[in-house]
C-alpha cells in the first residue's frame, strides 16, 4: 500500500505563487502579520503529522470500523491517540478566534493543512471536520452566552459538533422535518425526534458532543420557512462551562457503509432532549447555511484529496510494474518488460488524475480566500464581490470537485490492474470512501440545481456574469502572450459560450420548468470544465513566469506547463459533449410512460 506523501510543493505553488497570499493578507488586517514563513511552517508541521500518525491509521480504520454497542460508539485503534495529539498541536482551531482558544489565521491557510490529513484518512479527519462548522454557525447567530459556553471547548477541539439536518422520511427536502421543539419556561426547549446519517454523532474521542439540529416550533409555518435551528448538547452544559448531567440524546444505531468505515454515521434519537435557540424563530434554515456552505467546500477538498491520493498510488505502481512492452521499441531492454507508465493510455489515466488534483487544489484554494475576503476585506463592495464569487463557485466545487475525484480513484483501480481490486493496494479503499461525497451535503444533481436555478437564473445571470468578467479580464490581459495564445482563445470563446448557454437554459425553462432539471447536470459539468480552464490558463502564466527567473526548481514548473496542455487538449473537450446533451432537451426524457421503463 502506497505511503501518502504530503504535496507540499504543489500547495506552495498554488498559495505563493498563484493566490500571492501574502499580499492578500496584507490587505486584511486580522492577518496582516501572517508571512510565507509561518504559513510554510503550519504546512510542514500539518504535512508530519498527516503522514506519521494519521495516515498509517487509513487502512486500519477501514478494516475495523466502528464498533456500536449499548448506545455508545468506539473508534478503530489509534484514532483516539492521534486526535489527542492533534488537540494538542492546535491544528484544529487554525481559523478560528483567538478570543476562543483558535490561532486567528486565515481559511486558505486552514483548508490547505486540513487537506493533508484528509487525503491521509478522510474518515479520521471527519471528526474534527465538522466541528468547524458548528464554530461558524454558532460564532455568526449565537448570543454571546452561547458563544461564551461552547466556543473555547469546540475551537480548541475538546469537544467536536455536529449537523444534524436529516430525517428518515424527509432526505434531502428538509422543509419535511418532523423534529419538534417545545419550549420550556427556563428559555430552552425539549427537542425530540430522530435524525439520520449523522457523521461524528457518538463517538469517544471527546468528552462532549454540540449537535446543531433543525426542528419546528409548536406555532411553526411548514415548509422550510418554519425551521428553528438549536444548539442540544450531549451533555449539559454547567454555567461555568463544565459538564453536567447527561442529555436525553442517543446514539440507536451506526450505519453499514460502503466507504468512510472509520467515521461513525449515526441515527440519532431526541427524546425531550435540552436545546437551545440558536438565530431567529423560524429562520433555522437560513443560520444553517452558514454550516452548510462551510461543508459544502469541505466536502469539495474530498474530491481533491480522493484525486491526490489515486494519483499517488497509481503513479507509483506505474512506474515499478513491469508489463508488456511499448508500442515503439523497448525501453527497458535489460528486463523483461516495460514499466507500465510507458504506455499512452496509462499516463491518459494517470495525467487525468493529475489534473483533478492540482487543478481542484487551485479552485478550492481560491474560493477559500473568498472565504478570508468575506470575513476581513476593508470595503462593503469587495465584500459583497467575494461573497456572490462563493454563491456561484461553491455549488460547481462540490459537484464537479466529487464527481472528478471519484474518475480519479476508478483510474487508481484501473492502473493497478487486477491488484487495484485487491485490498491491500489501498485503491479501492479510496474508490468507496469517496463515493459518498457526490452524495452528502447536497447531491450532483441538488447542487447543480442550485447552480442554474437560484445562482445563474434567479439572479438573471448577474452572479455568473461578475466570474466570467474575471475570466474575460485574463484572457484579454494575456492574449498577445505566445506561450498562452491558444489556449487564451478557447479559453475566450467557452466562457462566451457559458453565458450564452446560460440564456437558452434559462429562455427554455421559461417555456417550461421541467427544461432547467433537464439541463441542470450538464450545465454543472461545462461551468466545472470551464472553471478548469480559467484556472489551468492561469497556472500555467504563473508558471511561465517563473520559468523566466530561472528557478533551481525548473522542472517543477515546466511540468505545471505540460500539465496545462493536457488539460487543454485532453480533458476540456469535453466540455462540447454536455452541450451537445443539452441541446438534446426535456422531451427525449419524459416521453416514457412510466410502464414503458420495464416490461
Known amino acids: 500500500m502506497h505511503q501518502y506523501k504530503a504535496p507540499i510543493r504543489d500547495m506552495q505553488f498554488v498559495l ?11 490587505s486584511l488586517p486580522p492577518y496582516a502579520e501572517v508571512n510565507k514563513e509561518l504559513i510554510d511552517s503550519i504546512l510542514a508541521t500539518s504535512a508530519e503529522f498527516a503522514e506519521n500518525e494519521v495516515a498509517p491509521l487509513n487502512r486500519i480504520g477501514d478494516e475495523e470500523g466502528c464498533k456500536f454497542e449499548n448506545g455508545h460508539v468506539t473508534t478503530p485503534t489509534g484514532f483516539k491517540q492521534a486526535y489527542k495529539q492533534f488537540v494538542e498541536l492546535g491544528l484544529g482551531g487554525l481559523a478560528s478566534s483567538v ?17 493533508m490529513n484528509a487525503t491521509a484518512n478522510w474518515s479520521w479527519s471527519m471528526y474534527y471536520g465538522l466541528s468547524q462548522g458548528a464554530v461558524k454557525t454558532i460564532e455568526a447567530h449565537g448570543t454571546q452566552e452561547q458563544k461564551d459556553l461552547f466556543l473555547s471547548k469546540l475551537v480548541t477541539g475538546e469537544w467536536t459538533g455536529t449537523m444534524c439536518l436529516t430525517e428518515p422520511h424527509a432526505g434531502s427536502d428538509l422543509g419535511l422535518i418532523r423534529t419538534k421543539a417545545e419550549p420550556n419556561t427556563d428559555g430552552s426547549y ?10 461524528a454523532g457518538e463517538h469517544d474521542m471527546t468528552d462532549n458532543i454540540v449537535h446543531i439540529v433543525l426542528a419546528r416550533l409548536p406555532d411553526a409555518p411548514k415548509g422550510t420557512k418554519g425551521i ?30 460502503m466507504g468512510i468505515k472509520a467515521s461513525a454515521t449515526c441515527v440519532m434519537n431526541f427524546d425531550n432532549a435540552k436545546g437551545f435557540l440558536i438565530g431567529p424563530a423560524n429562520k433555522g434554515l437560513n443560520c444553517m447555511f452558514t454550516f452548510m456552505n462551510s461543508a459544502r467546500v469541505h466536502t469539495a477538498l474530498q474530491g481533491v484529496c480522493s484525486s491526490e491520493g489515486a494519483f499517488q498510488g497509481a503513479f507509483a505502481y506505474a512506474k515499478d510494474r513491469l508489463a508488456m512492452r511499448s508500442l515503439s521499441g523497448p525501453r527497458n531492454p535489460e528486463k523483461e518488460a516495460d514499466p507500465i507508465i510507458v504506455h499512452p493510455a496509462v499516463r491518459n489515466m494517470l495525467l487525468t488524475q493529475k489534473c483533478f488534483a492540482e487543478g481542484g487544489r487551485a479552485l478550492v484554494y481560491w474560493l477559500a480566500s473568498q472565504i478570508d475576503l468575506l470575513h476581513h476585506a476593508e470595503t462593503e463592495e ?15 466545487a462540490k459537484a464537479f470537485l466529487t464527481e472528478m475525484g471519484s474518475e480519479a480513484a476508478k483510474h ?39 447552480l442554474i436555478g437560484r445562482k445563474v437564473i434567479q439572479s438573471r445571470g448577474e452572479l455568473l456574469q461578475k466570474f466570467t468578467k474575471i475570466i474575460h479580464k485574463f484572457c484579454e490581459e494575456n492574449r498577445e502572450n505566445k506561450q498562452l495564445s491558444s489556449h487564451i482563445e ?17 429562455v427554455d425553462g ?90
Open 99 to 115: 478570543k476562543y482558544g483558535g490561532q486567528g489565521l486565515p481559511h486558505s491557510l486552514d483548508i490547505a493543512a486540513g487537506e
Open 412 to 450: 487508481g483501480v484501473q492502473i493497478y490492474g487486477g491488484h487495484g481490486f485487491i485490498s491491500e493496494w489501498g485503491m479501492e479503499q479510496i474508490v468507496r470512501d469517496t463515493r459518498i461525497s457526490t452524495l452528502y451535503e447536497g447531491t450532483t444533481e441538488i447542487q447543480s440545481l442550485d
Open 16 to 26: 505563493h505563487d498563484l493566490l500571492q497570499v501574502e499580499k492578500l493578507y496584507a
Open 510 to 599: 421559461m417555456m417550461d420548468p421541467e427544461e432547467v432539471g433537464a439541463a441542470a447536470v450538464d450545465f454543472m459539468y461545462f461551468s466545472g470544465y470551464v472553471t478548469f480552464a480559467y484556472l489551468w490558463a492561469w497556472m500555467e502564466k504563473t508558471a511561465i513566469d517563473q520559468l523566466k527567473n530561472q528557478p533551481s526548481d525548473s522542472a517543477f514548473y515546466e511540468a505545471k506547463v505540460k500539465t496545462s496542455q493536457f488539460y487543454f487538449k485532453k480533458i476540456l473537450p469535453r466540455a462540447q459533449m454536455h452541450v451537445e446533451v443539452i441541446n438534446g432537451g426535456l422531451d427525449v426524457l419524459m416521453q416514457h410512460r412510466e410502464e414503458e421503463f420495464i416490461f
Open 190 to 199: 425539549n427537542i425530540s425526534g430522530v435524525k439520520i446519517f449523522i457523521s
Open 382 to 396: 469587495q465584500r459583497k464581490h467575494a461573497d456572490d464569487l462563493m454563491s456561484l463557485i461553491t455549488p460547481i
Open 490 to 506: 478557447k479559453l475566450s470563446s467557452l466562457n462566451k459560450q457559458w453565458i450564452d448557454l446560460s440564456m437558452k437554459v434559462a
Open 228 to 257: 428553528s435551528l438549536f444548539i442540544v448538547p450531549k451533555f449539559n452544559v454547567n454555567d461555568d462551562g463544565t459538564i453536567g448531567s447527561r442529555n436525553t440524546v442517543s446514539c440507536g444505531s451506526i450505519e453499514h457503509k
